[in-house]
T-cell receptor, first 113, second 109 residues
Framework: DADVTQTPRNRITKTGKRIMLECSQT?????MYWYRQDPGLGLRLIYY???????NKGEISDGYSVSRQAQAKFSLSLESAIPNQTALYFC????????????FGEGSRLTVL | GQNIDQPTEMTATEGAIVQINCTYQ??????LFWYQQHAGEAPTFLSY??LDGLEEKGRFSSFLSRSKGYSYLLLKELQMKDSASYLC??????????WGAGTKLIIKP
């Protein structure tokens, strides 16, 4: 089983719908991240969390919200999806600030029609 | 602003050597990372450089020159399974990762 698991892996939805992407990890890491990846662009950070009580906005947080339900769980929500949120979304974890290495989930491909 | 540049696509032959370059301009520097990403899959960590010089790990090596804002990933004895995108990322003064768009490497027999 993967150490970082994302659900759903694929989702097609319509404009205006609420969508939640879930991430759970068994690595015991405190730090969790949500990224989106678009063709021709680098990974862009949406939100990150250094522990259950610490949530921070990344460079492209508008239109997104997150919830850190437990050390192992970090969910990303799109309150009212729009077509330009069509992308591949990755959850990632890291052990600490110095470690640097990120462990990614398999990705969630979201299409908003 | 912060910027990471790497070629969009490169082609190489199986068994050969290829060098993928990465140049960066960031607010501070706390390390440079290379990740491999096969199509439709998650990125996986390849290497980390924080001091100038070459880090070797099997067929893969990564070089860093902080004064030039430059790194390269060297892949030797190319195999078909090395066909993937290679992502360069720099950790800035706030310990945030800034990502390049990635270099798609195509390996031909």
């Amino acid at each position: 089983d993967a150490d970082v698991t994302q659900t759903p892996r694929n989702r097609i939805t319509k404009t205006g719908k609420r969508i939640m992407l879930e991430c759970s990890q068994t690595k015991g890491h405190d730090r969790m991240y949500w990224y989106r990846q678009d063709p021709g662009l680098g990974l862009r950070l949406i939100y990150y969390s250094f522990d259950v009580k610490d949530i921070n906005k990344g460079e492209i947080s508008d239109g997104y919200s997150v919830s850190r339900q437990a050390q192992a769980k970090f969910s990303l929500s799109l309150e009212s999806a729009i077509p330009n949120q069509t992308a591949l979304y990755f959850c990632a974890t890291s052990a600490n600030r110095e470690a640097g290495e990120l462990f990614f989930g398999e990705g969630s491909r979201l299409t908003v029609l | 602003g912060q910027n990471i540049d790497q070629p969009t696509e490169m082609t190489a032959t199986e068994g050969a050597i290829v060098q993928i370059n990465c140049t960066y301009q960031t607010s501070g520097f706390n390390g440079l990372f290379w990740y491999q990403q096969h199509a439709g899959e998650a990125p996986t960590f390849l290497s980390y450089n924080v001091l100038d010089g070459l880090e070797e790990k099997g067929r893969f090596s990564s070089f860093l020159s902080r004064s030039k804002g430059y790194s390269y990933l060297l892949l030797k004895e190319l195999q078909m399974k090395d066909s993937a995108s290679y992502l360069c990322a720099v950790r800035d003064s706030n310990y945030q990762l800034i990502w390049g768009a990635g270099t798609k490497l195509i390996i031909k027999p």
